[in-house]
């Protein structure tokens, strides 16, 4: 069975610093990881999907098969930044609709 | 578009009662996923409905729960007799069809006591 790990519940960091959320999967096949990113009071929303390849917000994260790891990075972090981040894997082709989460990293960011 | 719409936000329910939770998906959307997210843990996937089917409940709790998404009308989660354990934030999904990215709504936090 599929299984996404996010170690740290909470990453405190200062604004301007860089910010790198761990996130660590298992699965025998081809998946698909996603960030998401829930600001306060708001809805889940995507952040971005490892076959897109792009960068959302200064947001980065690469997909290490060899690690089986899907950190999120961004190397300035601002203060609007802070929000519930949150992995997950969907089997490969399902483009991510039966998803399996992370436990979720809050990060602040202080001023 | 309003986006997926889930009502309420909030609900308390004393034990042994019942709960339904309404999510009305996205305008032009015909897939509708459910999750759950108990305390301190992450989203666990509870069931995916295509309108008037199921398609996978692999993730339902074996009693208690349902889930429907009728012809017309919003996609229901029904828990019946609840219990303590069932406070958590209950969240759905929908998509264009199942090989879409699906938007999430706001959840509905459901509190037992």
């Known amino acids: 069975a599929q299984r996404v790990t996010q170690p740290e519940k909470l990453l405190s960091v200062f604004k301007g610093a860089p910010v790198e959320l761990k996130c660590n999967y298992s699965?025998?096949?081809?998946?698909?990881l996603f960030w998401y990113v829930q600001y306060s009071r708001q809805r889940l929303q995507l952040l971005l999907r490892?076959?897109s390849r792009e960068s959302i917000k200064g947001f980065t994260a690469d997909l290490n098969k060899g690690e089986t790891s899907f950190h999120l990075k961004k190397p300035f972090a601002q203060e609007e930044d802070s929000a519930m981040y949150y992995c997950?894997?969907?089997?490969?082709?399902?483009?991510?609709?039966?998803?399996?989460f992370g436990g979720g990293t809050r990060l602040m960011v202080k001023p | 578009n309003a986006g997926v719409m889930q009502n309420p936000r909030h609900l308390v329910r004393r034990r042994g009662q019942e709960a339904r939770l309404r999510c009305s998906p996205m305008?032009?959307?015909?897939?509708v996923y459910w999750y759950r997210q108990l305390p301190e843990e992450g989203l666990k996937f509870m069931v995916y409905?295509?309108?008037?089917?199921?398609?996978?409940e692999s993730g339902m709790p074996k009693e208690r729960f349902s889930a429907e998404f009728p012809k017309e009308g919003p996609s229901i989660l029904r828990i019946q007799q609840v219990v303590r354990g069932d406070s958590a934030a209950y969240f759905c999904?929908?998509?264009?069809?199942?090989?879409?990215?699906?938007?999430f709504g706001q959840g509905t936090r459901l509190t037992v006591v």
């Open positions: 999904a929908s998509s264009i069809n199942g090989g879409m990215l699906a938007f």
């Open positions: 699965y025998s096949g081809s998946p698909e």
């Open positions: 490892h076959i």
């Open positions: 997950a894997l969907a089997e490969g082709g399902n483009a991510g609709n039966m998803l399996t």
């Open positions: 305008k032009g959307h015909s897939h």
């Open positions: 409905l295509q309108k008037e089917n199921i398609i996978d």
